[in-house]
């Protein structure tokens, strides 16, 4: 837990931590490209395993083209999270994950490593404005 910014009681702090542990949730979780893409910041700034998405729009088709072909997730999970309040409008959140899924051909993708997003709150919603994301070795894509 983060002590967070001095304008912040300690309260504060928690609820924020709170709503960014929600989002982050229920980003994990998303069953569809709409609801994942709904977590992002229009002007999001994305990076995946090395490949930085220059707009919305390529990081829209990626997303999409995932959903697309999902059939079923066995794992979402985050297993460590850390989250430091920056003020009551931002959050960084750095953690690992574990993912486990099947497409519809069949094949399985099990991955884990390591994400980091920065949380912005707008119009009371929190968005992703920027977002980090490895991939351990050995992992389909992973290096």
């Known amino acids: 837990r983060s ?13 924020i ?15 569809d490209a709409t609801t994942g893409l709904s977590h992002y910041a229009p002007d999001v700034k994305a990076v995946s395993n090395g490949y930085l998405y220059p707009s919305f729009e390529e990081l829209r088709g990626e997303v999409e083209a995932f ?8 794992v979402a999970t985050w297993d460590e999270m850390i989250i ?8 960084a959140v750095t953690a690992t994950f574990r993912w486990s899924s099947r497409d519809t ?18 119009d009371q919603r929190w968005q992703i404005r920027a977002r980090h994301e490895s991939f351990m070795a050995g992992t389909p894509n992973g290096t």
């Open 3 to 15: 002590r967070g910014p001095v304008d912040l009681s300690p309260e504060d702090v928690a609820r």
């Open 17 to 31: 931590e709170e709503a960014v542990t929600t989002a982050m949730l229920e980003h994990m979780h998303a069953e």
């Open 67 to 74: 959903y697309e072909t999902l059939a079923e997730v066995d």
């Open 84 to 91: 430091d309040v920056l003020s009551a409008e931002a959050a």
């Open 105 to 122: 051909s069949g094949i399985r993708t099990d991955l884990q490593g390591v994400w980091t997003a920065v949380w912005v709150r707008e």
